[in-house]
Structures are given as C-alpha cells and as structure tokens.
C-alpha cells in the first residue's frame, strides 16, 4: 500500500471534516466512525485521535468548521455605503455557503447525530454568524431602509427565510440551478418590498 502523504495540520483537519460530513449526508449516523473516516481520507485511526480526541470531539469540530466556514464567507463580503445591497449579499453569501458544504449543513442547523448537543461554549463560537446578521439588519433600521424596528426581530425572520430557502435547495425541492435563483431573488424581494411598504404605512 502506498503510504499516505504528508498534509500539514489544517489540510488534514479540513479533509477529515469533509470525509466525516460526506460519509455523515450519505449514510447517516449510524455510519460515522472514527475506523471509517480514517479509512476513507487514507490515514490511521491514530491520526483521527490525535486532532479530535474521539468521535464526539469529530462531530463538534465538524459543526464548528460548519459555522467556521460560514465566518469566513460574511467577512468576504465588502461592506458599502448601501447596508439593504449588504444585506443582500449577506444572503447571498449565505446561500453559496451552504451549495459548497452541503455535507455540514444539516449537522449545523439539524440534529442528525443525536447524542450531539452543542453546549454554551460552542454556542458562544458560533454567535458571530448571527450577529453579523442582525449588525446588518440595524444599520438598514439606522439608515431609515426599513421601520424603526427591534434588529433581532427582523434578523430572525430573514434567518427562517434563508434556511428555509437553502433546506429546499438541498434537497432539489426548487428544481434547477436558474429556478432556485429565481425563487431567492423573488423570496428576498418580496420580503424587503414587504418591510419596505410597512414604513410608507409608518409614516402616514
């Protein structure tokens, strides 16, 4: 057999993520061991022990890269003198996210491991995902885009919006790549033309 080659820290943890989300997605919790996931990226069991610990620490890690991922992808986002064109991008990037890792987006948002609970710590970890959202959400309140109006509120509904949206999309429930755009870009514009409308309503 040929013998693995070296990949550095974060390669390895990157790749043992993916195989970890891939095999989770195909063939559920039941199949997700540490001996198959190590068998699957071509390295020792050792190897899997060494970065997680075990297979409760490869979940939570597999969660956290989830949301890591997703960090990575708000902060891309530029931020302009027009906060609703960032918030659309916010979704957008939302969106892109989730098409590029869609082997941790029901660990992330779902439960299909069951004995995984994230704890307060973890919690912690991920919350900056969400407070960009609402950051964006007040600066339109701020500029008088939308209705004075509690940040958290609105964020938690465009929040229902995107998952809602990207669940269907896993799942080929919006039909092709042009329909699903069709149906996000009809969805977001109903929705802000909706906020929109309830601060004409607000002035009268």
Known sequence: MARPRNRDYGELRR??????????????PSALSTRRVAQRAGVST???YKLFGDKAGLVREMFLAGFERLAEAFEAV?????????????????????LSNPH???LMFGRPVPEFEPDEEVADLIRPTYDALVEAVARCVEAGVFAPAEPEDVALRLNGLTHGLCSLELRAALGSAEEASRHWDDAFDTMLRGLAVHRADSDR
């Open 15 to 28: 790749e043992l993520i993916d195989t970890a989300g891939r095999l989770l997605a195909a063939e559920g």
């Open 46 to 48: 050792t190897a899997v």
């Open 78 to 98: 530029p931020r302009t003198g027009d906060p609703l064109a960032d918030l659309a991008a916010l979704g957008r990037a939302y969106r892109a996210n989730a």
């Open 104 to 106: 941790l987006y029901e």
